[in-house]
């Protein structure tokens, strides 16, 4: 598994939260700048509260056979819409349905721009 830097991950972020901003009628981006904020931040928070998090929610995770990892993943999209000023979101659902179509598209990104050689 390839590592990737963290402007990367920040690139990723920009193209994944744009495509599922224009997705959500719940989710709505003021402009460029708060794109950018939101990002950053989402990348920031998933570095360093998200392991956190899911080190002491690991039980529950574990016992739901990992459907728990995915409100963990809508929490860390609703928190980053809490704290940007122009980036909010209608509810919780939408956050989490954001969260797994986020994830998908982050994913789908990666297989597409960063291949990994053999």
Sequence with gaps: MKKYSFFTKIIINLISFTIVGTMFKGI???GLFTLIAMSVLF???NASLKPFITLITLHITAMTYGIFY???NGFMVWLTSSLIPGFT???????????ILLSLVSWLGEMI??????
């Design 43 to 45: 990348a920031i928070l």
């Design 70 to 72: 995915l409100l963990i």
């Design 113 to 118: 721009f960063f291949r990994r050689e053999r």
């Design 28 to 30: 709505h981006i003021d």
């Design 89 to 99: 979101i209608a509810n919780f659902a939408t956050a989490f349905w954001a969260a």
